[in-house]
């Protein structure tokens, strides 16, 4: 079943090219590659087609996550981590462009997401492919909110 079409082209987006097979953390590796593309294309585009990019990415990674679970024996599998990139860039969302706002907000989405406090850790309670998704969107939101009073706070 793993030769399916719909398997194959769900893993190549699920594990964001293969960045989830990565040996160590890739939960952690999908982020930076998040934070990377974030700190290349930001300059590019609006925050609002960033947002719905963002948005599509996170339907998108439902969808994906639905067909890679058919084929899983796991709730959530450590190598679909198109997850991380959706939370990691609803963290970055309104975040300046520096690289100093950028870790930063990968810190904090990094903690948030391993940790997964209050209704991160509700969400990630969830079945299915919205309880993979929704764990790091919330975490995502958490972050975004701390760093924008962190970035009004400096002013």
Request: net charge negative.
């Amino acid at each position: 079943m793993r030769g399916n079409l719909h398997f194959k082209i769900a893993e190549i987006l699920g594990t964001v090219f293969y960045t989830g097979r990565l040996p160590f953390a890739p939960g952690t590796w999908g982020s930076v590659f998040a934070l990377l593309t974030w700190y290349y294309i930001k300059p590019k585009i609006i925050d609002p087609l960033f947002l719905l990019i963002t948005g599509g990415l996170f339907f998108l990674g439902i969808a994906v996550t639905e067909t890679y679970l058919k084929y899983s024996d796991e709730k959530d599998p450590k190598e679909i981590v198109i997850d991380e990139w959706v939370g990691m860039w609803v963290a970055l969302y309104l975040v300046p462009h520096s690289l100093l706002w950028g870790l930063t907000s990968f810190l904090f989405f990094r903690i948030f997401d391993i940790f997964k406090p209050g209704p991160i850790q509700s969400m990630d309670e969830m079945e299915g492919p919205l309880g993979v998704m929704l764990d790091d969107a919330v975490a995502g939101i958490i972050t975004c909110l701390l760093i924008q009073s962190l970035v009004l706070f400096n002013r």
